[in-house]
């Protein structure tokens, strides 16, 4: 598997889709470098993986602070001598209808989208240096695809519809480096991102808005970005944004 020994940087690595991509990277034969802005998850989520520290490291803090995306980036460079793949996972989200939306909710969303393009910029120059190429996945979100009148979340939208026009404007830049830049556009996937937004049995309503019949779980994401990193598999496909939504943006029943 090309993603043996390869060295994986992933924000929003605490919980939810990123603590399980850090599992599945590790799984896989990759080293990780875990960023989030708690600093227990991250030191629990390195232990569980390598109480060694020989295939683990972690930063805490904010990387919609260039300074952050900066030092998480020289971190791996210094621990393990080069970046391969950055999965921008970091993310906030929650539904509101647009004339309920404060300056400082859109501001908040468009922290983190500088964050994705602040860590982006110096992981490129850092793939770059190692002059083999590498992966960025960007986490988007189908609500930037396909709006939903039950759901309005404006600010979320627009600001992961950045995320995929960043996507396909990095893999343009930089195909000619072997840097392919791609995205998922998750729908409803089952993380503690919702756990302040709905009770288990509201977010179990939302399986039968999926197509497919239930909602996302982690295992389905890890799968994409594992997919997506991996140059043996996924080698010929940059600038893409993966719907990965149980169908819903092919239709609806």
């Known amino acids: 598997m090309s993603l043996q020994n390869k060295v994986v940087v992933i924000t929003g690595a605490g919980s939810g889709m990123g603590k399980d991509a850090a599992i599945g990277f590790f799984a896989a034969g990759a080293t990780v470098v875990l960023n989030g802005r708690r600093e227990q998850p991250l030191a629990e989520l390195a232990k569980h993986l390598d109480p060694s520290g020989e295939r683990v490291a972690w930063l805490a803090g904010d990387i919609g602070q260039m300074a952050i995306s900066q030092q998480v980036i020289a971190l791996a460079m210094q621990r393990f001598g080069q970046v391969d793949v950055l999965v921008n996972n970091a993310g906030i989200f929650r539904t509101l209808p647009f004339l309920e939306h404060t300056e400082a909710d859109f501001d908040g969303y468009f922290h983190v989208l500088k964050g994705y393009f602040f860590i982006s910029q110096a992981a490129v120059q850092a793939m770059r240096k190692g002059g083999r190429g590498g ?58 991102l919702f756990d302040p937004l709905l009770t288990p049995e509201q977010l179990a309503r939302f399986n039968c808005f999926h197509p497919l019949g239930r909602n996302g779980q982690v295992h389905d994401t890890t799968a994409a970005f594992l997919f997506l990193a991996d140059n043996d598999k996924s080698g010929w496909i940059t600038g893409a944004v993966l719907p990965l939504d149980g169908g819903v943006t092919a239709g609806r029943h």
């Open 135 to 192: 992966a960025i996945i960007n986490v988007g979100s189908m609500w930037s695809e396909h709006a939903i009148a039950a759901t309005p979340c404006s600010a979320a939208a627009t600001a992961k519809g950045g995320v995929h026009a960043l996507t396909r404007s990095l893999a343009i830049e930089f195909a000619a480096d072997s840097i392919r830049v791609n995205a998922i556009a998750p729908a409803v996937v089952e993380t503690p």
